[in-house]
């Protein structure tokens, strides 16, 4: 299994900036990262993914380590729509497996 | 578009039982997936579906657990007999192939409680 190491719970206030960090030593040259999140009582939901450049789109940022062995999504200004478990996966090259962790809880404090 | 759409929404069984999930994935999607999440877990990869042929179920315990899908569009997955350990989540994804690229797209999922 491709393995990601998260923290168990965040907070942040409202309207600041977050930072979700993500370790993945074991990453292989191929494994895109992806990130999903959960609001409560719903199914996960894509939010972005990277292989080695940093990447932005409407909901996040992706900011890679140049060693590719760390992640960091980055929530610009926080909302209480944001609070959720968020999730760092790995997607190997070979095989189909989309392997989530338990994820990180992120309060947002209004 | 309309999304993936799952029934029941909630479900309560007794142990030994008999029940079943529907998915109904968004149009055109060639790949279906399974989830099973227990409470404060991240979803576990039950079985994986491309068109109406199994691409991965190796975490799926087959001795109780089926699934099917047949004309590569809707499909179920079955428990029989349930255990209490089967109390969980149960989340239906799809997406447009296999490619690494490929984003899922979930449904809200079956709220199982098995007593």
């Known amino acids: 299994d491709a393995k990601t190491t998260q923290p168990n719970s965040m907070e942040s206030n409202e309207e600041e900036p977050v930072h979700l960090p993500c370790n993945h030593s074991t990453i292989s040259g191929t494994d895109y990262i992806h990130w999903y999140r959960q609001l409560p009582s719903q199914g996960p939901e894509y939010v972005i993914h990277g292989l080695t450049s940093n990447v932005n789109n409407r909901m996040a940022s992706l900011a890679i380590a140049e060693d590719r062995k760390s992640s960091t999504l980055i929530l610009h200004r926080a909302t209480l729509r944001d609070a959720a478990v968020y999730y760092c996966i790995l997607r190997p090259n070979t095989g189909n497996q989309f392997y989530f962790g338990t994820g990180t809880s992120l309060t947002v404090i209004p | 578009e309309a999304g993936v759409a799952q029934s029941p929404r909630y479900k309560i069984i007794e142990k030994r039982q008999s029940v079943a999930f529907w998915c109904n994935p968004i149009s055109g999607h060639a790949t279906l997936y399974w989830y099973q999440q227990i409470l404060g877990q991240g979803p576990k990869l039950l079985i994986q579906f491309q068109n109406n042929g199994v691409v991965d179920d190796s975490q799926l315990p087959k001795d109780r657990f089926s699934a099917e899908r047949l004309k590569g569009v809707d499909s179920t997955l079955k428990i029989q007999p349930a255990k209490l350990e089967d109390s969980a989540v149960y989340l239906c994804?799809?997406?447009?192939?296999?490619?690494?690229?490929?984003?899922?797209?979930f449904g809200p999922g079956t709220r199982l409680t098995v007593l």
């Open positions: 994804a799809s997406s447009p192939g296999l490619g690494l690229l490929d984003t899922q797209y």
